[in-house]
């Protein structure tokens, strides 16, 4: 049956709305819930049934698995700020206090490493060599240029193994890409951003930390009970946000007011004027809008390469087991030659996740390391991940539960000169007023760095809009009321 909100007329024929937001992952229900609270009037076109993009939740016999990001790292005021506006506080699934450290992999066993910073030269990770080449980094002079990659950066500031035990398997993990290929810049903007700054990467952390100041550390993180989708359809359901789901963005063509979208979805064409639009969609979908509009800039989008990636959950009893399971789960090091990039222990981490007695463990496979790993079947990926797990963990049984998800075009690369291809990009935008690119293949993929991405797209958008004369428009929530 069509879901009340894709049957109801009343959501988008509002003319001369302030912005359009095209795209409902969390770029862009971020984007919209900034633009909401700068007074704009906001429609969001979003082609899938529901919102929330990569980031979904589902209930799997009992266990609760996220397709994507299943943590919320939080070091930026803007994301304290809107999970306290939007009444998420009271939903807050804060990471559980005994969890005090990670694990890495070095010759095949685990080795416990602190999550704050300070803690990682205590690590018993290090030879005495590779300690004394941390150690040294305040007095390593500043080098490096624009298209310096990270394993170039950390070798030249750390020393080969810090790259090799610990950055390397954290940008193959968690960001799926490529050390030798990834731009420093653009993947490791905060730590850049710190020598360039003070002159040392340590230095800046202590200096900042001393001052009280945000860095790269994670001030705390937490999910959301229900999981990761309570954040998304709190975004979605936001009464100043018109959401309507199932309406894939065809066109956009320049008009005297701004612009004018074409969408399709079950209820046939529609089309809206907007002054403004935020395309927060894939790099890949963002170049088919703007083909039309200016080939230069549809080219330079297809050039961002995007990493696929395998999500296995497997489901144990937790007597099968025998590892204390005390830690937010593992990375594997590139030199370890593990079929997996790392293990989240996502039932550790968070209560709730799994039925009582039980465990979810979350593999990641594929990115940039292992692309091919896509195409498993789910019983070679099942079959795979519980071979490399069962003597890391010791764990004796078959699981319970076992699910794999999977996305062809999971996180985008920050490969080669990116942050010059931005620029190029965004010089083109200049001769199409009005449009603005809001995704994660721009200021980081993490739903932390997407929803400080928001605030800042909202504010330039409200920046240009403070000069023209606005019409109130109301623009229902279509969420909402499909919900109602
Ligand atoms: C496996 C995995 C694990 C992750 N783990 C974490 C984690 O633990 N913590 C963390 O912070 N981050 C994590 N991330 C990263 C984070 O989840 C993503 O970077 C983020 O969700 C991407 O959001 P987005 O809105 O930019 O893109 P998407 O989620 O891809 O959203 C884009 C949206 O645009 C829509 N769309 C496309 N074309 C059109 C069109 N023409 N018209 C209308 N709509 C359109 C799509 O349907 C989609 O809903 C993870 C990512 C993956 C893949």
Redo the contacts with the bound molecule.
């Keep these: 049956m069509t879901p009340a909100f894709l049957r109801s007329d009343r959501c988008d024929d509002a003319a001369d709305l302030d912005v359009l937001v095209?795209?409902?992952?969390?770029?862009?229900?971020?984007s919209a819930w900034w633009l909401q609270r700068e007074g704009l009037s906001v429609a969001l076109?979003?082609?899938?049934a529901r919102?929330?993009?990569?980031?979904r939740t589902d209930l799997v016999g009992g266990y609760l698995t996220?397709?994507?990001?299943?943590?919320?790292?939080n070091f930026r005021p803007e994301v304290t700020q809107l999970v306290a506006e939007t009444g998420l506080d009271a939903h807050k699934a804060p990471r559980d206090a005994a969890v005090k450290h990670r694990y890495l992999v070095d010759r095949q066993r685990l080795v416990p490493v602190p999550m704050a910073m300070g803690g990682l030269l205590g690590s018993s990770l290090w030879s005495a060599r590779g300690r004394l080449r941390l150690l040294l980094e305040p007095f390593v002079g500043c080098g490096g240029h624009d298209a310096e990659t990270v394993s170039e950066f950390v070798t030249r500031r750390f020393g080969r193994e810090l790259l090799e035990k610990a950055m390397e398997p954290f940008v193959s993990g968690?960001l799926?890409s490529d050390p030798d290929r990834a731009s420093a810049r653009a993947t490791l903007p905060r730590l850049t951003a710190l020598e360039r700054r003070y002159g040392s990467v340590a230095l800046g952390v202590l200096l900042h930390k001393l001052a009280g100041r945000r860095t790269a550390c994670p001030t705390e993180s937490f999910s959301f009970a229900g999981g990761?989708t309570t954040l998304v359809r709190a975004l979605a359901s936001v009464t100043g946000v018109g959401f309507r789901a199932g309406?894939?963005?065809?066109g956009l063509e320049p008009h005297t007011s701004g612009w004018r979208a074409t969408?399709t979805g079950a209820g046939g064409e529609r089309s809206i004027l907007a002054r403004q639009v935020v395309l927060?969609?894939?790099a890949p979908?963002?170049a088919?809008?703007l083909a039309p509009l200016d080939g230069t800039i549809a080219e330079l989008l297809k050039g961002i390469a995007y990493a696929p990636?395998s999500?296995v959950h497997l489901g144990f009893a937790r007597a099968a087991i025998s590892h204390a399971l005390d830690g937010a789960g593992f990375l594997a090091p590139r030199r370890e030659r593990l079929p997996l990039n790392g293990n989240?222990w996502t039932s550790s981490m968070f209560g709730g996740r799994a039925p009582a007695g039980h465990a979810l463990l979350t593999s990641?496979l594929g990115g940039a390391r292992q692309p091919h790993a896509l195409d498993w079947s789910d019983e070679r990926a099942i079959s795979t991940v519980l071979a490399t797990l069962e003597p890391l963990l010791g764990i004796g049984g078959a699981p319970a539960m076992a699910r794999v998800?999977r996305?062809g075009?999971?996180?985008?690369l920050y490969y080669g000169d990116h942050l010059g291809r931005l620029a190029a990009i965004d010089a083109r935008l200049e001769r199409l007023p009005g449009l603005h690119l809001?995704?994660?293949?721009r200021d980081?993929?993490?739903?932390?760095?997407?929803i400080a991405g928001g605030r800042a797209t909202a504010r330039r958008v409200a920046a240009v809009l403070a000069h023209r004369p606005r019409a109130a428009v109301d623009v229902p929530n279509c969420l909402v009321l499909a919900e109602a």
């Design positions: 095209v795209g409902g992952g969390i770029s862009g229900l971020a076109w979003e082609s899938e919102p929330g993009g990569k980031i996220e397709q994507a990001a299943a943590v919320l790292m968690p799926a990761m309406l894939r963005t065809v969408g927060s969609v894939p979908a963002a088919s809008l990636i999500v989240l990641y998800d996305h075009e999971a996180l985008p809001a995704a994660n293949y980081g993929v993490s739903v932390c760095d997407r």
